[in-house]
Each structure stands twice: as C-alpha cells, then as structure tokens.
C-alpha cells in the first residue's frame, strides 16, 4: 500500500492528555484489525507463536530494511512510531496491522546509529542516536522533537532539544531508551551472559552532561529496547531472548533491584517495544510486529 493511498483510507484524531487515548472500543477495533493483514493478501493474523505471544503483522520490507525503535503515541488513538536502524533519519507511523500511515523525515541532524524512541506525557517523541557497536564514539545523542500528526502535510522533523551525553567511564553500546517525568535513561547492550548497566540523565541539566550510572539490571541477555508504562509502574524490556518486564514499586531507580519476568521469543532479534493496554508491543529487525499479552505485561488500566 502506498503512503497516499494509506492516507487516504486512514484518518487519525488526537485522543486525550494522559496515558493512551480511550475512544470508546479501541481496545476492540485494535484486536479486530490485527485480523487484516497489512499486504493485502490473505488474512492471517494475528497468529500464536508462543505462549503468551501473538505475532500481529509483518511491516512492509519496501519502507523497513531493519526495524529498530517503537513506541505508542498517547494522542492519536492506535498509532505507533517507529524506524529503521543506522543512519534512516525517516519516522514512521504505522498502526497494529503493520500499515503505513505517514512518513517524516529528520532534518538538521546527522544520526550515527539511530536505535530508540521514547515518549513523555507532553506529546514529544526521544530519538535515540545511542549505537556505538564498536565503542568508538565519544559520546551519545538523544533529539527531541514534537510529535507530528500524522495527517499533518508538513512531513519535517527538526529537533527542538538534543542532548550530548557523555560516557562515566569507558564507552559502551546502548539501545534502549525511556523517559520518565525529568530524566532520560538510557540501558547499556551487555555481552552476552553480562548484566545491562542502567543510566540516566537530567532533562533540564543542559545539553551536554555526563551520564549517571544507577545499577545493574536483573537482566544477562543484551538489551535492544525499552519502554516504561505511561503510569511508570511496569518497565518493558526486549532483548535477544524475548522480552522482560519489571514491576515498578518505588522510584525508577529501584528496578535495578527486581528479577524481572520474561518470556522467550526468538523468530530473530527484537528491537524495539511499546505499551499498549493489551501487554508489550514489540517489533523485531526482521519486520515483524508482536504482542506479549501475559498478565505481567499488561498495565494497569489509565483513567
């Protein structure tokens, strides 16, 4: 499906200010339209694959070479962002059957290795420029910018804020961000067998800081995305092995404290993750689009 004619089918209204938009049955309509596949053939999701997993669609390969971030908008009812890993300075927004809504494109920025995104209760988006496979950069950066309306004509992104954040130590890879109330954090890609260390940052402390180390998380498999609930009770992490979450009950820092649950899935390497009423969307570097629907991933529901 083109992005004209995606567009035209699809229109898309801001919701509410707080946690996920609630048009009445959306929870509803998200299940019956993951029903649909996105190319047009044959219907044939959502399908099992794993207990507790449901695989929902599969992205276009014409528009996704390597899927990276996600996220859920909290104003446009069913919309998710996403994009390509590396230097693809294009957002996407698709919705739960895989289909493309809108396409912008980043301006004004060189991206080194482009690998997250986060939101935050204003309707702003976190583009996480923090890859650093072979620990050679001599720092990260985090951009932010408003979130676009996907029906919006203008399809520009130019950063309002971008932060330069410096390593405590030695460098190291990272790619998973979210962002709660003041600060950034960000996660460290461990080696294999070795914990994810967690770090954060003051969104108000300038725009060029040294990272906070906190902890290391319960975690041994390298970490390749995040996500916190828009209530910041539940921290959802994927990973080479599945996906994790961690009950929050006290301050975000304290999650580095908790075993987390996790249920495996290895179809390919799982990217990026994103909230949504139901449990963890999650989507993989190969294109697919996932949904851990256990109780543990599923949060509490918002006002």
């Not at 260390?197 to 975690?219: D, M």
């Amino acid at each position: 499906m083109s992005e004209g004619t995606a567009l035209e089918k699809v229109t898309v209204k801001a919701g509410g200010e707080r946690g996920w938009p609630r048009p009445s049955g959306l929870l509803a309509v998200w299940l019956a339209l993951s029903a649909v596949a996105c190319s047009g053939e044959e219907a044939e999701f959502p399908k099992a694959v794993a207990d507790g997993v449901l695989q929902l669609a599969e992205l276009a390969k014409d528009d996704f070479k390597e899927c990276s971030g996600l996220v859920a908008s909290r104003q446009f009812p069913g919309v998710l962002w996403t994009h390509n890993d590396g230097q693809d300075r294009r957002l996407f927004a698709i919705d739960r059957r895989g289909v493309k809504l809108a396409k912008f494109e980043l301006n004004r920025v060189f991206l080194w290795d482009f690998e997250d995104l986060a939101i935050d209760d204003q309707h702003r988006l976190y583009l996480a420029d923090i890859g650093n496979n072979l620990e050679a950069r001599p720092h990260l950066t985090v951009h932010r910018v408003p979130e676009p309306d996907p029906n919006q004509a203008n399809r520009t992104l130019i950063p309002e804020t971008s932060w330069t954040l410096k390593f405590p130590g030695k460098g190291f890879d990272a790619e998973a961000l979210f962002v709660w109330r003041e600060y950034g954090y960000l996660i460290s890609k461990s080696n294999k067998d070795k914990k994810g260390i967690l770090y954060r940052w003051p969104l108000a402390g300038g725009r060029s800081i040294v990272l906070e180390e906190i902890g290391k998380l319960e975690v041994k498999s390298p970490i390749t995305g995040a996500d916190l609930s828009p209530d910041g009770r539940k921290l959802g992490l994927v990973a080479t092995d599945g996906a994790y979450v961690i009950d929050v009950t006290g301050p975000i820092e304290a999650v580095i404290k908790p075993e987390a649950f996790h249920l495996k899935l290895k179809p390919g390497q799982i990217e990026g993750c994103a909230f949504a009423p139901d449990g963890l969307l999650a989507v993989a570097e190969s294109r697919e689009l996932f949904l851990f629907h256990a109780p543990p991933f599923i949060p509490a529901a918002t006002d």
